[in-house]
């Protein structure tokens, strides 16, 4: 496929399944959602009894705080499905949120789109807003909600409308050539390199970290 018609694939495809209308939240959504971003009780400020000393070279996601901290990652990011690339990015916004390792949303132009379908379903995240679910479809091969993204995001998370990204659980992910492993538990999205101290949210006994 030539460039500009990859260009144009691209585009046409991700404009049809997302929306830059934001959806107008009421009073009532406002004080869920404040009240929802209230309750957590370890912010990056100090890291509690139980957070594993970072060994030389490493980072604590103890230190990481919340609001989570958008960052951008110039690390090169690769996401595979057996021998299908997926994605190759240098252009990633990591998330930073206490007690998580980063989760990496890749920019959709890094992104091969034709594997992507709708999941037809939907989550919210108090920081980041309603999410998006995607499918990865090649043939015969079917991933099921393997992929999310937030084309309408909150406040503070502008810049990842046009990104996606991806659980590691099945897919084969690398940052700067290091291997991934997912985030513990099925709902949280981060990757865990070598290179973070934890513990991490979202084994059991996690859920008020």
Not at 84 to 99: K, P
Request: hydrophobic content about 40%; aromatic content about 12%; overall charge negative.
């Amino acid at each position: 496929m030539r460039l500009i018609e990859w260009d144009l694939f691209h585009a046409s495809f991700f404009s049809a399944h997302t929306s830059r209308e934001h959806p107008l939240l009421s009073m009532n959504d406002l004080e869920r959602l404040e009240r929802a971003r209230a309750q957590w009780r370890w912010r990056g400020k100090d890291r509690p009894p139980f957070a594993d000393a970072p060994e030389l070279g490493q980072v604590s996601v103890w230190d990481f705080p919340r609001p989570p901290a958008l960052v951008r990652d110039e690390r090169e990011i690769v996401v595979s499905w057996g021998e299908t690339l997926l994605a190759r990015t240098r252009g990633a916004w990591a998330v930073r949120e206490t007690s998580h390792p980063p989760t990496f949303y890749l920019p959709l132009a890094d992104v091969v789109p034709e594997f992507l379908r709708p999941a037809g379903h939907g989550s919210f995240c108090e920081w980041k807003g309603p999410a998006r679910y995607w499918d990865l479809l090649d043939g015969a091969r079917c991933l099921s909600q393997v992929a999310w993204s937030y084309p309408q995001p909150l406040a503070g998370a502008e810049p990842l409308a046009e990104c996606i990204a991806f659980y590691a659980h099945h897919l084969d992910c690398t940052v700067d050539g290091a291997q991934v492993v997912a985030q513990p538990g099925g709902f949280y999205g981060g990757w865990i390199t070598p290179d973070l101290s934890g513990p991490f949210k979202g084994g059991p006994g996690s859920s008020d970290w």
